[in-house]
């Protein structure tokens, strides 16, 4: 339609406007995009799957849980029933990311189903809050191998077919990086994953940011009501102080939503980016409103 336009305020003018806004929209938009999601059985990155399958993805779920854990809901296959019916399409893919060939295998299937890789998330991880002596070396390396390793090699699988694809984002589910002794002090070896996955997302950003490939990270302000806070970080009484996981979902649906080639090398709060996006009432986001908000451990 360039170069079309026969006079100010003509018909055809007004054709160019609008195909213009519809080819921002298809490019911006969530559907028949293919995402790449790591641990998303449960928790935050099924709700995130769901978010944006609600507008009509393509949701790869690549995790370790086929058959049903007995203190935990969900797998990949009761995920992937749960995308379908909000709405987007779905491939469930065993992975454990920390085995490289398992990687590449999930993401030549993501590949071979839906043509290409749009979008990777990297939600997988692992968390114990064991301080230096109380942590077995087990469980140090199952840590750093997940959520260091695990984010490195997902990424760099996903990097050729981001390359193709509309929009590309990475995101990683880490906090921003503060050398503060404080928030080593607890529980170093944890603390030591995240941070090293924060710094291949900003790795990434730098690496691939002139190729229009963006990579932020995100973290919630607040603890989320997900079974590690259940689990691990004080049951009922933190949940109740928690937020849903639909804020980070929202949260990240807007990121995911801002052009890649400018919009890179972020740390990401989820409520400074809805913030950002015109919310001032998170009131819908709390799991007990009565209750005051427990802030996030890295915040």
């Given at each position: 339609?360039?170069?079309?336009?026969?006079?100010?305020?003509?018909?055809?003018?007004?054709?160019e406007?609008?195909?213009?806004?519809?080819?921002?929209?298809?490019?911006?938009?969530?559907?028949?995009?293919t995402?790449?999601?790591?641990?998303a059985?449960r928790?935050?990155?099924k709700?995130i799957?769901?978010?944006?399958?609600?507008?009509?993805?393509?949701?790869?779920i690549?995790?370790k849980?086929?058959?049903?854990h007995?203190k935990?809901?969900?797998?990949?296959?009761?995920?992937?029933?749960?995308?379908?019916?909000?709405?987007?399409?779905?491939?469930?893919?065993?992975?454990?990311?920390?085995?490289?060939a398992?990687i590449?295998?999930?993401v030549?299937?993501?590949?071979?189903?839906?043509?290409?890789?749009?979008?990777?998330i990297?939600?997988?991880?692992?968390?114990?809050?064991?301080?230096?002596?109380?942590?077995?070396?087990?469980?140090f390396?199952?840590?750093?191998?997940?959520n260091?390793?695990?984010?490195?090699?997902?990424?760099?699988a996903?990097?050729?077919?981001?390359?193709?694809?509309?929009?590309?984002?990475?995101?990683t589910?880490?906090?921003p990086?503060n050398?503060?002794?404080?928030?080593?002090?607890?529980?170093?070896?944890y603390?030591?994953?995240?941070y090293g996955?924060?710094m291949?997302?900003?790795?990434?950003?730098?690496?691939?940011?002139?190729?229009?490939i963006?990579?932020?990270?995100?973290?919630?302000?607040?603890?989320?009501?997900?079974?590690a806070?259940q689990?691990?970080?004080?049951?009922?009484?933190?949940?109740s102080?928690?937020?849903?996981?639909?804020?980070?979902?929202?949260?990240?649906?807007?990121i995911?939503?801002?052009p890649?080639?400018?919009?890179?090398?972020?740390h990401?709060?989820?409520?400074?980016?809805?913030?950002?996006?015109g919310t001032?009432?998170?009131?819908?986001?709390?799991?007990?409103?009565?209750q005051?908000?427990?802030k996030?451990?890295?915040?």
């Open positions: 339609m360039m170069g079309l336009r026969p006079s100010a305020g003509g018909a055809l003018c007004w054709a406007t609008l195909f213009n806004k519809s080819s921002i929209y298809l490019y911006m938009s969530f559907r028949n995009k995402i790449f999601i790591t641990g059985s928790g935050i990155g709700e799957a769901l978010k944006l399958a609600a507008e009509g993805a393509r949701i790869v690549a995790a849980t086929a058959v049903p007995p935990l809901d969900g797998t990949i296959y009761t995920a992937a029933e749960e995308i379908v019916k909000a709405g987007g399409e779905s491939l469930a893919v065993v992975c454990d990311i920390r085995d490289e398992q590449g295998k999930a030549e299937a993501a590949v071979a189903r839906f043509g290409g890789i749009d979008i990777l990297n939600n997988a991880s692992a968390i114990n809050l064991s301080k230096v002596e109380q942590t077995e070396s087990k469980r390396d199952l840590m750093q191998q997940i260091v390793r695990g984010t490195f090699l997902v990424s760099k996903c990097i050729p077919f981001l390359r193709k694809g509309v929009n590309p984002h990475i995101l589910l880490s906090p990086v050398m503060d002794p404080r928030w080593l002090g607890g529980h170093v070896a603390t030591l994953s995240k996955m924060s291949v997302a900003m790795g990434l950003a730098a690496e691939f940011r002139p190729e229009g963006a990579s932020n990270t995100l973290w919630p302000q607040t603890t989320i009501a997900t079974a806070v689990n691990l970080l004080g049951g009922d009484i933190i949940t102080r928690s937020r849903k996981p639909a804020i980070v979902a929202d949260a990240a649906y807007a995911l939503s801002r890649s080639g400018e919009c890179s090398g972020h990401f709060i989820d409520e400074e980016v809805l913030r950002e996006e001032s009432d998170f009131s819908k986001y709390a799991v007990d409103g009565t005051p908000l427990m996030d451990l890295f915040l």
